[in-house]
């Protein structure tokens, strides 16, 4: 059965300070690793990993993949307050399936 | 806003009985993806159907069923309700197949009473 399993589950950090979020999966028929960041509502969706080794960056949040290790991470440097949300990875399959993992919640304080 | 519409936002019903979630994908999008949200187990995908037919399931009980319609809306149907099927349902949209990222939306909260 397919996995994703998510560390550290919850992390409090102080504003300014740089977090890195693990992502490892189990998975027959990777397609794809994704990730989300889930405020009270929907998750919204942040990146999209196809291949090793290539990071993916948008502003202070950075992400890459590891399909040989199967793991990925989800680095947010100068983290804001506004980062604060539950942090979700999920695997798609050829076939369409995913799975996602249970989540880090991370809080940031002032 | 992502663009995908759920209804109702919120619904309220008794067990034993049966209730219908809607959902309308992004204009464009052709995959709409059906997910359960509840505390104790996270988010859990139920099924995804392309362009009108189904084309992967996951954790979907038989008593629950989805069909996507010509016009690339989908309904979820769930019937027999019980008390543990209290949670937040999501739809979401994607482009393609496989390998898209997904676009959720607003979700309904169903509680069962």
């Known amino acids: 059965e397919d996995k994703v399993v998510q560390s550290p589950l919850s992390l409090v950090v102080h504003e300014g300070d740089t977090v890195t979020l693990n992502c490892s999966y189990e998975?027959?028929?990777?397609?794809?690793l994704l990730w989300y960041k889930q405020e009270k509502k929907a998750p919204t969706f942040l990146f999209m990993l196809t291949s090793s080794g290539i990071e993916k960056k948008s502003g202070r949040l950075s992400s890459i993949l590891d399909k040989k290790e199967l793991f990925s991470i989800l680095n947010i440097t100068a983290t804001q307050t506004g980062d604060s949300a539950v942090y979700l990875c999920a695997e798609s399959t050829n076939a369409g399936k995913s799975t996602f993992g249970d989540g880090t919640t991370l809080t940031v304080k002032p | 806003d992502s663009g995908v519409t759920q209804t109702p936002k919120h619904l309220i019903t008794a067990t034993g009985q049966r209730v219908t979630l809607r959902c309308s994908p992004r204009s464009g999008d052709l995959s709409v993806y059906w997910y359960q949200q509840s505390l104790d187990q996270g988010l859990q995908f139920l099924i995804q159907y392309y362009n009108g037919e189904e084309r992967a399931k996951g954790n979907i009980l038989e008593r629950f069923s989805a069909q996507q319609f010509p016009d690339l809306h989908s309904e979820l149907n769930l019937s027999s309700l019980e008390l543990g099927d209290s949670a937040l349902y999501f739809c979401?949209?994607?482009?393609?197949?496989?390998?898209?990222?997904?676009?959720f939306g607003p979700g309904t909260r169903l509680t069962v009473t």
């Open positions: 979401a949209s994607s482009l393609g197949l496989v390998s898209y990222e997904q676009y």
């Open positions: 998975v027959t028929n990777f397609r794809s």
